[in-house]
């Protein structure tokens, strides 16, 4: 028993630390991680790095391919813009969806994960900003009230992970997003969902175009 609690923190710490140096660019896109390397660089097995790895995959930070191992993922300009186009759709249509005005019970819970990502941004605390943010919309767009729907958005923002990541080592981004997640409640609490549609849309256009910017992809 304490053998798999101490390979689950292994693979946890590997997790977190390849997860850091993507978000800082520290691991280019297309980059290699070799389990052996990873293996001597963390004093672990294969078998914990190669755990560890599927996470990543799962998240959307890497690809593993038979034969090949595993590299940093890249999209191109036109996978970015195909990926978004989907998440503009099912994003404001979820969002048209949930009845308004929203339950001042479930208001204040997203208050409260508004308020703890604020703090995250405030302390440049990159991993809380991203758990912070992956709650506040995973509580939102769950309100559609269709389980399907809610749960292609979280596939897409799996596969959103890298490009939105890329956004958040800008503080200004990072300060926008948390504004918008203020407005993102407002919205919640007031009768109008097209405006909230418009709002949760136009909320995940700058890590697309960052992304792009970042890469020398063209616009």
Same mark, same amino acid.
């Given at each position: $028993? #304490?053998?798999?609690?101490?390979?689950?923190?292994?693979?946890?710490?590997?997790?977190?630390? !390849?997860?850091?140096? @993507? *978000?800082?660019?520290?691991?280019?896109?297309? +980059?290699?991680? *070799?389990?052996?390397?990873?293996?001597?660089?963390?004093?672990?097995?294969?078998?914990?790095?190669?755990?560890? /790895? $599927?996470?990543?995959?799962?998240?959307?930070?890497?690809?593993?391919?038979?034969?090949?191992?595993?590299?940093?993922? +890249?999209?191109?300009?036109?996978? *970015?813009?195909?990926?978004?186009?989907?998440?503009?759709?099912?994003?404001?249509?979820?969002?048209? !969806? @949930?009845?308004?005005?929203?339950?001042?019970?479930?208001?204040?819970?997203?208050?409260?994960?508004?308020?703890?990502?604020?703090?995250?941004?405030?302390?440049?605390? $990159? /991993?809380?900003?991203?758990?912070?943010?992956?709650?506040?919309?995973? *509580?939102?767009?769950?309100?559609?009230?269709?389980?399907? !729907?809610?749960?292609? @958005? =979280?596939? $897409?923002?799996?596969?959103?992970? !890298?490009?939105?990541?890329?956004?958040?080592?800008?503080?200004?981004?990072?300060?926008?997003?948390? =504004?918008?997640?203020?407005?993102? /409640?407002?919205?919640?609490?007031?009768?109008?969902?097209?405006? /909230?549609? =418009?709002?949760?849309?136009?909320?995940?256009?700058?890590?697309?175009? #960052?992304?792009?910017?970042?890469?020398?992809?063209?616009?």
């Amino acid at each position: $028993m #304490m053998r798999e609690v101490s390979a689950e923190n292994s693979v946890q710490k590997i997790v977190k630390s !390849l997860e850091v140096a @993507i *978000v800082l660019g520290r691991l280019y896109p297309r +980059e290699r991680l *070799v389990e052996e390397k990873l293996a001597k660089r963390f004093t672990t097995t294969r078998h914990v790095v190669r755990q560890a /790895l $599927m996470e990543l995959e799962l998240g959307g930070l890497i690809v593993r391919e038979t034969n090949k191992g595993a590299t940093v993922r +890249e999209y191109s300009a036109d996978k *970015v813009n195909q990926l978004y186009q989907m998440r503009e759709l099912v994003e404001g249509q979820a969002a048209l !969806l @949930i009845g308004l005005p929203v339950a001042d019970n479930k208001l204040s819970e997203l208050k409260y994960i508004c308020d703890k990502h604020a703090a995250a941004v405030e302390k440049s605390d $990159m /991993l809380g900003v991203v758990a912070a943010n992956k709650e506040f919309h995973q *509580v939102v767009y769950r309100l559609c009230g269709n389980d399907f !729907l809610a749960d292609v @958005i =979280d596939e $897409m923002a799996k596969n959103s992970n !890298l490009v939105r990541f890329t956004s958040s080592t800008d503080q200004s981004l990072l300060q926008q997003a948390r =504004d918008e997640h203020y407005l993102i /409640l407002e919205a919640l609490g007031e009768n109008d969902n097209n405006k /909230l549609a =418009d709002i949760c849309i136009k909320h995940i256009q700058p890590s697309r175009l #960052m992304y792009l910017e970042r890469h020398g992809h063209m616009i």
